[in-house]
């Protein structure tokens, strides 16, 4: 009898026991201690699970310690959900706690007997860690100031909402063939990668001024690096119906038989664009339009960074950076002493492992700003810090070859003192292995982990990526360029990068490494 592959075995485990129901299994591990039997362990993904590398952890401590992924649906989280997750980081995961490209919140070295109590913390305060990984439409991803933009065009929270209450814990789509991501947005600079998602809606409007989505899918990075294909425009109420016809055409047509050609990409390649979109009309009974795709914002510039007023009256914004997504309890612990202090009901992580501070008295921003600087998040970041993403890493990630967040956040530091009349751009990506989890492919300058030969060893380190831009029609993922340094030697390797820029002629750094790239 052959062995199975992993996509047989994966899809057994799945047939066998529906994710959602182990739950009831995690509360018995937690209660009885038992060994965790393995399959089950794939299944603790439907509930944001996952085990992590033994890296940090001390060498007799045999202890099963897990990462552990919660979802700020829109992007949000209230003064409620704060306390909760500065509970869970002092109390339970040794004061980590990382914003994640999903908008997400991430916690290490979570212990099972915990789970039972962090997810009583985190229902009290209207958090879940369902779908927040594992074969299953991930959280939908969103302009984090779309209530209170005064250029949105559309408010998409009621939409968004809708979404993913109809992804939440439902049974018929919590088996599909791989991940699968979903945005919607309506923000005049583009904040969320739509080129990258499997499905997403970007607001426009039409000639005679209504507001319409442009929609995409098939878009994806990893083993399904593509831009996501524009298919047509429908009206604002009908994204809902979209959304639960091209979940349901992946979930009977992906590719069950090899989970790298699993994602909505591959299908659409595979079965064609126009096969795709005759079986999304046949579900929804309506058809998408074909209308003039719009032009989209570079994605260096995409942000909301600095004060700015309001929607509603008397209040203000502030999008703030900090750095890889890298909080901890301390961080936390800071931003909610601000909340509480100057009346900030809420914010709202970006897919850029930032967030917007999205509600609180304008006569209180120019102190906040201030506050916030001191505790080391920053209202009006550098040309480099402002743009820089960063993985999980190898202290973690049981994928990763090279540490990542430390690393982002020295390469950050060093840059603003080696440059600090710098003025343009940067976007920046440290990814600790050759998956594509921190997006080395649509930036600027992208640190992709490997292994490296040094002195007659294989030691961490990273490639070197150039010229990534999402941008519409216009979007291009970057180039491996094969040049290749230890992880000691990546800092030095970026400074020259960007002094060989500032010596040759060309106007803009893109400009710069397209050129090198197609030398």
């Known amino acids: 009898m052959s062995k199975e592959t992993k996509a047989q075995r994966v899809e057994r485990i799945k047939r066998e026991k529906d994710g959602l129901d182990v739950l009831e299994d995690i509360y018995r591990y937690a209660q009885t201690g038992e060994e965790i039997d393995p399959e089950d362990i794939d299944r603790f993904k439907w509930y944001g699970l996952y ?23 829109g992007g949000r989280l209230d003064i409620k959900g704060f306390e909760a997750a500065l509970e869970i980081s002092k109390k339970y995961a040794r004061g980590t706690a990382d914003f994640t490209t999903r908008q997400d919140l991430q916690f290490h070295f979570i212990k099972v007997k915990d789970l039972p109590a962090i997810f009583s913390l985190l229902g009290e305060a209207g958090l879940t860690t369902a779908f927040a990984a ?22 998409v929270e009621t939409i968004t909402k809708e979404v993913n209450n109809y992804f939440d814990a439902n049974r018929e789509i919590s088996n599909l063939p791989r991940k699968y991501k979903v945005g919607i947005s309506s923000c005049s600079k583009h904040c969320t990668p739509h080129e990258i998602q499997d499905l997403s809606f970007n607001a426009k409007k039409s000639a005679d001024g209504k ?41 009977d047509y992906g590719n069950r038989e090899n989970r790298n050609k699993a994602r909505l990409g591959h299908l659409l390649d595979s079965m064609g664009i126009e096969n795709f979109v005759e079986i999304l009309h046949s579900k929804t009974g309506f058809s998408l ?8 914002t570079p994605y260096a510039k995409r942000e909301h960074f600095g004060v700015h007023k309001s ?19 301390d961080g936390l612990d800071g931003l909610l002493k601000i909340a509480k202090k100057y009346e900030i009901t809420a914010i709202r992580a970006t897919t850029a492992q930032n967030f917007v501070i999205t509600d609180l008295p304008s ?16 209202a009006n970041p550098s040309p480099f810090r402002a743009k820089t993403i960063s993985c999980t890493g190898m202290n973690f990630c049981k994928y990763a070859v090279s540490e990542t ?16 009349h710098f003025d343009e751009r940067l976007s920046f990506s440290v990814n600790g292995c050759p998956n594509s989890c921190a997006h080395p492919h649509i930036v600027d300058i992208g640190l992709l982990g490997c292994k490296v030969k040094h002195n007659g060893e294989l030691v961490s380190g990273f490639e070197l990526i150039l010229g990534g831009n999402l941008e519409g029609e216009k979007s291009n993922f970057g180039k491996n360029t094969g040049i290749k340094f230890i992880a000691d030697d990546a800092i030095n390797a970026v400074e020259n990068l960007i002094n060989s820029y500032l010596s040759s002629h060309h106007k803009s750094f893109y400009e710069y490494v397209k050129g090198k790239i197609d030398e």
């Open 51 to 73: 085990t992590q590398n033994r890296n940090l952890q001390d060498e007799n401590d045999d202890t099963l310690y897990f990462m552990l992924r919660v979802k700020l649906e």
């Open 134 to 155: 594992g074969d299953v439409a991930r959280n939908v991803v969103t302009c984090p100031i779309s209530d209170v933009d005064k250029e949105r065009l559309y408010d």
């Open 211 to 251: 507001v319409l989505f442009d929609v995409r899918v098939g878009g994806g990075l990893a083993s399904n690096k593509r831009i996501a294909s524009y298919i047509g425009t429908i009206a604002p109420q009908h994204v809902l119906a979209v959304t639960q016809a091209v979940t349901e055409i992946y979930r």
């Open 289 to 296: 339009q074909l209308d003039d795709v719009q032009r989209y």
């Open 311 to 329: 929607i509603k009256s008397g209040r203000s914004y502030i999008g703030c950076a900090i750095n890889g997504g890298k909080m901890g309890a």
């Open 363 to 378: 006569e209180n921003a120019i102190f906040v700003v201030e506050e916030l600087k001191e505790i080391g998040i920053d």
């Open 405 to 420: 967040k430390d690393l982002a956040t020295k390469l950050v530091e060093h840059l603003e003192l080696k440059f600090p």
